[in-house]
């Protein structure tokens, strides 16, 4: 079993087009794969601490910025802070600032 606490699946980057994105893909899939299962055996508890795991974890976040600064057709409109991450950097700056308030 994966130790999700101790340590990140993803190591940290210096650039963002480094970043090989099966690595966190395949680990949110699966840990929406547990999470589902967990639902559907009724264990709660379980759901709650992998939702928690989910969240807080850095393949998460890497996905979620590149899903809305890259992927997403509406990634030139600003969202409600004004802001865009168009670039490389910052996109990755986004996500180094995103992780020092997590």
């Known amino acids: 079993m994966m130790n999700t606490l101790d340590e990140s699946t993803i190591p940290d980057y210096i650039d963002w087009n480094q970043i090989s994105w099966k690595r966190p893909d395949e680990y949110v899939v699966k840990l929406q794969q547990r ?13 709650r601490e992998l939702q928690r795991i989910l969240l807080n ?11 809305v600064t890259q992927v997403n ?5 600003a969202g ?7 670039t490389p ?4 700056r986004t996500c180094t600032n995103r992780l020092k308030t997590i």
Do not use: F, M, P, W
């Open 57 to 67: 974890s850095k393949a998460n976040l890497l996905i979620s910025i590149r899903r």
């Open 80 to 86: 409600v802070d004004g802001y865009l991450a168009l």
């Open 35 to 47: 999470i589902y299962q967990a639902e559907i055996d009724g264990d709660k508890r379980k759901v």
């Open 89 to 92: 950097k910052e996109r990755l």
């Open 73 to 77: 057709t509406g990634k030139r409109t």
